[in-house]
């Protein structure tokens, strides 16, 4: 079955960096479109960066433009978010997703960010 | 602020049927048939109840259906369950500088 697995999340303190990562086993992970979708403790979902199956293509959130930098590998079926200068405001679950057609179709559990001093 | 409009918090009793709407504009859910729907229960990943507006994947509950009417779009959920209680989001495909939009989430409490 489809499995997203993502790792990476931590505390970390205000400016500095992180590094998520997601494990995708299940489908042809080439073939799919990835995205990376956050959700603010107590908060609804936002959308942080999407990549095409290639990587030749990438958007990113307003709110994260130059600061975060999505990526994939094909051949090792992962899929990564460089996170810099972080914010307060960046604290989040971060979800790995998969995009079936134009919607969500597949989730990972989540990854805990906490941007703190 | 979210791009559509949810409403914070829908009710309802078990057996009932309840709708969640979805509002946003010419841009997003009215030009396109690309609107899709979530299920968050606590501490757990959403999953993906409607997409394209009105198809359900395999595995969801034809208790749940999708529909759109100009820029709102709306869930409905006949014969309500206890474990039908969940936050439940839109998110539509736009014309604007990033390819979607969501919704602020609903609050379903079932009585």
């Known amino acids: 079955q489809v499995q997203l697995v993502e790792s990476g999340g931590g505390l970390v303190k205000p400016g500095g960096s992180l590094r998520l990562s997601c494990a995708a086993s299940g489908f042809t992970f080439s073939d799919y479109y990835m995205s990376w979708i956050r959700q603010a403790p107590g908060k609804g979902l936002e959308w942080v960066s999407y990549i095409s199956s290639s990587g030749s293509t990438i958007y990113y959130a307003d709110s994260v433009k130059g600061r975060f930098t999505i990526s994939r590998d094909n051949a090792k079926k992962s899929l990564n978010l460089q996170m810099n200068s972080l914010r307060a405001e960046d604290t989040a679950v971060y979800y790995c997703?998969?995009?079936?057609?134009?919607?969500?179709?597949?989730w990972g559990q989540g990854t805990l960010v906490t941007v703190s001093s | 602020q979210s791009a559509l409009t949810q409403p914070a918090s829908v009710s309802g009793s078990p057996g009932q049927s309840i709708t969640i709407s979805c509002t946003g504009t010419s841009s997003d859910v009215g030009a396109y048939n690309y609107v899709s729907w979530y299920q968050q229960h606590p501490g757990k990943a959403p999953k993906l109840m409607i997409y394209?507006?009105?198809n359900r994947p395999s595995g969801v509950s034809n208790r749940f259906s999708g529909s759109k009417s100009g820029n709102t779009a709306s869930l409905t959920i006949s014969g309500l369950q206890a474990e039908d209680e969940a936050d439940y989001y839109c998110?539509?495909?736009?014309?604007?500088?990033?390819?979607?939009?969501f919704g602020g989430g609903t609050k379903l409490t079932v009585l």
């Open positions: 997703a998969g995009l079936v057609a134009v919607a969500v179709g597949y």
């Open positions: 394209d507006v009105s």
């Open positions: 998110i539509s495909y736009t014309s604007s500088s990033t390819p979607w939009v």
